[in-house]
């Protein structure tokens, strides 16, 4: 993409879309700019979120405020260890015609067909209910009596975790957590925003939002993220700060080979970069630098590394180490 009249134009709109649509969920949402930029950079980049933190910080809330803002289809799945894949994908029932007597199958839609669905507590339900959601998130499609139903567009899967509970879930493997751009970790308010949620919800008001996108245009924007140029120099950085986290890798540091079982795989390259583009785009600005991938590694790479006994002996975290390599990076 050279970067015409025409395509400044556009990456203005995008910022001044970016803009208005913190505005009008910070009308609802107290804090978490940073989430909410995260999970719009993740949006347009065709990717989807996982969500980690406690009960009570409006999670929920904050998805399907998002959905009104972007007119998008928003659907909730609370997952259980009773949960089907066809409670999330659909099923085929038996339909009578009245006139004729004849009876015959139809597939009725499940939860999944939405644009942005949120799978809450992913982690509370068997691994077979959780692979009919990321066949879902993959293909963007759902297979059922051999025949395919396509996923509405732009499709959005935001799966939350709590990391307190652990007793009675199935943790995501390695393998599905890979499928996540990001993992996102929701924090608590701080006490003047403590203060002001008080007030808020508190108080019966109801916030009116204004509709700043719609599918067809959220569609269009990703494809301009597509269309972004990168500089061999910021590819080169991405890639090689994905390749440091693998401890066979020739040029990985000591620190990687003591802490790290398994790295992150080339999936996180391509993340690196296309949040890296993403977040260039919303800030106005026609291509990525390597501080754009710098400011999205830590979402990106937080839940592909595994950790081994010595890194949780000494209490070293992804995250940590994460900041380390980047640390190392500037030298």
């Not at 910070?26 to 995260?38: L, T």
């Not at 991938?293 to 002996?313: E, I, W």
Request: net charge negative; aromatic share 6%.
């Amino acid at each position: 993409m050279n970067t015409s009249a025409k395509d400044l134009s556009i990456i203005q709109e995008m910022k001044d879309a970016h803009d208005t649509i913190m505005q009008e969920v910070s009308k609802v949402i107290v804090g978490q700019r940073q989430v909410i930029n995260e999970l719009l950079i993740s949006l347009l980049a065709r990717g989807h979120c996982l969500l980690v933190g406690v009960p009570g910080l409006a999670k929920t809330l904050l998805i399907s405020t998002l959905a009104r803002v972007l007119q998008l289809k928003f659907s909730r799945i609370q997952f259980t260890p009773d949960l089907m894949p066809s409670d999330i994908t659909g099923t085929e029932i038996i339909e009578e015609d009245m006139g004729t007597g004849r009876k015959s199958f139809k597939f009725v839609r499940g939860p999944v067909f939405a644009n942005i669905v949120l799978a809450d507590e992913i982690n509370r339900t068997p691994p077979k209910t959780q692979a009919a959601l990321l066949q879902a998130m993959q293909e963007h499609e759902v297979t059922a009596a051999g025949e395919t139903h396509k996923l509405e567009e732009p499709f959005f899967v935001l799966a939350t975790q709590n990391p307190i509970e652990q007793e009675g879930t199935y943790p995501l493997p390695e393998a599905q957590l890979d499928r996540f751009m990001f993992n996102l970790w929701v924090n608590y308010p701080s006490l003047e925003e403590e203060k002001l949620i008080v007030k808020t919800t508190t108080s019966g008001r109801e916030a009116e939002l204004k509709i700043v996108l719609d599918a067809a245009r959220i569609m269009q924007l990703q494809k301009l993220v597509r269309e972004v140029p990168v500089a061999d120099n910021v590819v080169d950085f991405a890639v090689h700060l994905a390749r440091k986290t693998r401890p066979n890798e020739n040029g990985a540091p000591q620190f990687i080979k003591d802490w790290i079982n398994w790295g992150a795989g080339p999936r996180a390259s391509q993340y690196l970069v296309l949040g890296a583009k993403t977040r260039a785009i919303l800030d106005g600005r026609p291509t990525p630098d390597i501080d754009d991938v710098r400011a999205v590694a830590t979402p990106v790479l937080r839940h592909r590394l595994v950790t081994n006994f010595n890194a949780d002996a000494e209490g070293v975290n992804a995250v940590k180490i994460v900041e380390r390599l980047l640390e190392d990076g500037r030298k």
